[in-house]
């Protein structure tokens, strides 16, 4: 029989990057299956993104496209022309039309051409039969035009996550890639319900649900609730936390305002922004005005391994944003038995039921998340009830072994014939 394994890469704009630590998770999780993953990212991680021995290693192994190594260059686009002059003569007019809109739009889509072909060089230097792009942004670009030289022997496929790239379907090509691609993990029915609106219903089969997952024995409850009991017990504040990027559409502006409402009618709540950005300026000016400067604290930038010691002193986590796919950390925070409160925005839904295993608000209501943490900061009980639903929620759904063993039997199934070919092809230097 033909030997059937899938050897992936796996593709990102950045790799390891702080804010997509769950795909090396992926990656690492993936592994332990015994799939052999190579790993790829359009720029080189910055050393302010590698926090800790794992991110330095994951840098190490990861080949980036940027900055450009010419004799790379140079070797893979003599190969492609000497060896696949159709296919890469096809990518090169994908990458002129797609790169039609304007000037930037052409020298970007060429330079996704120029990099396309560096990746299937390398993947078929070692032996890759499928490679997967995270995000259907840049990855994606790059991925597609590897898989178009590669035929038969590279399929491709990509992570859907959004929303950014719902609110401009057009610029991000997303029906062409749908359609393109050999299948699309979709984190939520939300983004799949996205994607099936742009193809035809012979392209719904392949657009695939796979959520997200947590490690259920890294976030666990275990440790941290005997620490919030005393610190209720010693009259310390109740403690609420925000983990993400300080940016407009992360809506934090409007829980400063929520948490000095309710110190205003007599509660004790702290709120503390894990994060940075270019909104964090703004967001101190506001509480200080608002007189809560003292109340709201910014520890800057955590490295994922770091995010369980914050939640460890959290009573309530907040997530206010005006669009999300479905976050990681909500998933953390409910693992750890938090009660949270979010948005009843894209893919959150699919993740909390309101009343049962979190709290949801309309985004951008500042009355309603004003009155719903209120709740919660006064009563502990339902603090407690819907922390313990919550992580029940996301054991059942949101498990991050059990969902990379159904991502890798999705790779199995649907990477078809690339999949059944054991050798690569004739290499040409």
Known sequence: MPDRRVRLAYIATGYPYVSHTFIQNEVAALRELGLEIETFAIRRAPDSECRTEADMDARATTYALRPPRPWHYLRAHFAALLGRPGPYRRALLRALRFGSGSTRDLAHHLGYFVQGVVLWDRCRAARVTHVHAHFANVGSDVAAVAAMLGAEALSWSFTMHGPTEFSDTRHYHLAEKAR???????????????????????????????HCGVDMERFTPATIASDRVRHRDEGHAVQVACVGRLVPEKGQRLLIEAVAAIRCAGADVRVAFAGDGPERGSL???????????????????????????????????????????????????????????TRVHGIPELIEDGVSGRLVAPGSLPELTDVLSQLVEDPVQRTRLGQAGRRRVASEFDLRANTRHLRDVYEELSGGAAEQTRPQPRVT
């Open 180 to 210: 393109d691609a050999r299948f699309v993990i979709c984190i939520s029915q939300f983004a799949r319900s996205q994607l099936m609106a742009l193809v035809g219903p012979e392209h719904w089969e392949k657009l695939r649900v796979v």
């Open 284 to 342: 101190e000016q506001l509480a200080a005005r608002l007189g809560v400067g003292e109340q709201v604290d910014f520890p800057g930038a955590v490295a994922h391994t770091a995010v369980d010691e914050l939640l460890r002193h959290t009573d309530i986590f907040c997530l206010p944003s005006f669009a999300e796919g479905v976050p990681i950390v909500l998933m953390e925070a409910m693992a750890m038995e938090l009660p949270v409160v979010a």
